[in-house]
């Protein structure tokens, strides 16, 4: 009976992924139909091998931060298990995605703490190295686009307060990911939980290399971003740093929004306001936002197909020996 109600429950989280995912992508589709823009194919094929480089380097992160948490995984499960929790973000909550990794790890044999702290991990590197590649490609930034910006998301403290509380996150990750501050924090929630403790092998040094080794996907990424621009017309070279920041920026501010799924709605809205504010027309932008969209959910798939093969597999249970008389 708990199998028969496992297996269900594996069909109706299917069932939510593929109809979400579909209608987000009709949705995307419909609005591109409608938009007047120039479109070059060029630059935009150019731009998907780099994304998918990105997403594998993001899957490779995760891995090795799992790996250092004491528990092995093959690199290829390890790829196949991050990909297939990105695809079930698209169910609104944002509980699905942790919920698939626990899923799947539990078939290795790792407990839901380790998976739950690389998880931690993984997000606060990402979010902490693309923060820094998008203060730099806005260096240039003037106060009028963080003031249209802090107005677009309703921020409380006006432009200046926005860009401050945006860099003294770059620290704060710094600080967040120490460790040892990590394992006594997280033991006293297991200890609260009579769990056994957890104890984290990665050094410091370590999670740092992992930081500067986040910020060049992120730097990647960025100009993979720049060719899509191209692909809708934008072509000036000296808005380049600029162009990239707002796609950037709109990641972080899509990825905060803890209501929609995905940072669908949020990230394009801030994208289209920071890329008019670039010098971009109003059509391209938003063309670029919902082709930045298609293009990310299409490398997801792609991703997910790839490695659908190499997902766990349900460990078989031990097989009790028969009593020899």
Request: proline share 4%; with cysteine; net charge positive.
């Amino acid at each position: 009976m708990k199998q028969k109600l496992w297996l269900a429950a594996r069909v109706l989280l299917v069932g939510a992924i593929v109809f979400f995912l579909g209608l987000f992508i009709y949705r995307d589709w419909a609005k591109l139909s409608t938009m007047q823009f120039t479109f070059r194919a060029w630059p935009f094929l150019a731009s998907l091998p780099l994304v998918l480089a990105f997403f594998f380097q993001q899957a490779t992160t995760w891995w090795i931060i799992l790996n250092g948490l004491g528990k092995r995984m093959p690199w290829r499960e390890g790829v196949a298990v991050w990909f297939a929790s990105q695809i079930s973000k698209y169910v609104p909550g944002k509980v699905m995605l942790p919920l698939v990794r626990f899923s799947y790890c539990k078939r290795r044999g790792i407990d839901v703490g380790r998976v739950t702290l690389a998880i931690y991990l993984e997000l606060s590197l990402m979010t902490g190295s693309v923060i820094a590649v998008a203060l730099l490609t806005a260096i240039g930034w003037g106060g009028e686009i963080w003031n249209s910006l802090a107005a677009k998301i309703s921020w409380p403290g006006g432009g200046d307060s926005l860009r401050w509380v945006t860099l003294a996150l770059v620290p704060a990750t710094l600080i967040g990911v120490h460790p040892r501050l990590l394992q006594w924090v997280i033991n006293i929630g297991l200890r609260a939980m009579k769990k056994a403790p957890v104890l984290i092998d990665i050094t410091y040094l370590k999670m740092l290399l992992l930081g500067l080794w986040c910020i060049m996907g992120w730097i990647v990424y960025a100009y993979a971003c720049w060719l899509l621009a191209v692909a809708v017309g934008f072509d000036d070279p000296s808005q380049m740093l600029r162009i990239a920041g707002a796609f950037l920026l709109s990641w972080v501010i899509g990825f905060l929004s803890f209501v929609t799924p995905g940072g669908i709605g949020v990230r394009e809205a801030v994208l289209v306001a920071l890329l008019a504010l670039s010098g971009m027309e109003f059509g391209a932008a938003a063309a670029a936002a919902v082709l930045c969209r298609l293009q990310w959910t299409g490398v997801e798939l792609i991703g997910a197909a790839l490695t659908l093969r190499y997902r766990p597999l349900e460990t078989p249970a031990p097989v009790a020996a028969e009593a020899v008389e």
